[in-house]
């Protein structure tokens, strides 16, 4: 397996688990209804770190961290959770962004946030896991893992940048009142599945 095949391996892989939509997708589509495509991207990116972290984890066989985290995933699990709980209740009583206004967020609030609640969710270690063991990806040199790496980064990145420019291309043919209305079923939703999250890992 040479280095472009592995890194091409790796960017499908990225591109299918970021694609499977959960409570960062939502995210990422919320933030780029009220705030603009450059803010969702970016947030986007910050969920494609986090992948490529725990991405490294699965390719480069550092089993004791694995172990450390998948130990750790109920509290981790219920820190996403409340998380998410907290983020969407903020976001229904904050008044949406009208396109124009200033975000009211940097670039790097936006991307921390999503690097730190895409680290919480123990589904994104269990995921990248079971990839590497069914795929039998694990194992190989430090070229190979990098290559994987590299291309599971890229992938998962691709996709939060193609979501963020869709929704984009969307949110330009909706009004106020629209976004309003879509922005406050997505943070139901974030909410929900954060509610969602902290039962599971408690019952976990």
Not at 72 to 87: D, E, N, S
Not at 94 to 121: E, F, K
Not at 136 to 143: E, I, N, T
């Amino acid at each position: 397996m040479d280095l472009a095949w592995s890194f091409l391996r790796g960017l499908a892989i990225g591109f299918a688990i970021a694609a499977a939509i959960g409570p960062i997708g939502l995210l990422c589509i919320r933030r780029t209804l009220t705030e603009g495509r450059a803010i969702g991207a970016v947030s986007g990116l910050g969920a494609a770190t986090a992948d490529a972290f725990y991405a490294s984890i699965a390719a480069f066989g550092l089993t004791a961290l694995s172990d450390l985290l998948i130990g750790a995933r109920r509290p981790l699990g219920v820190l996403g959770g409340c998380f998410l709980v907290v983020l969407a209740i903020h976001s229904l009583l904050r008044p949406a962004v009208a396109a124009g206004d200033r975000p009211p967020r940097t670039l790097l609030s936006a991307y921390a946030t999503t690097v730190g609640l895409t680290i919480a969710n123990p589904a994104t270690i269990l995921s990248f896991a079971a990839a590497f063991v069914g795929l039998g990806l694990a194992g190989h040199s430090a070229a190979i893992a990098g290559a994987l790496v590299l291309g599971i980064f890229s992938g998962s990145a691709a996709w939060w940048i193609i979501l963020a420019a869709s929704v984009s291309a969307f949110r330009s043919h909706l009004g106020p009142a629209g976004l309003r209305r879509l922005a406050a079923g997505s943070s139901v939703l974030i909410g929900l599945l954060g509610g969602l999250a902290i039962a599971a890992s408690l019952a976990a």
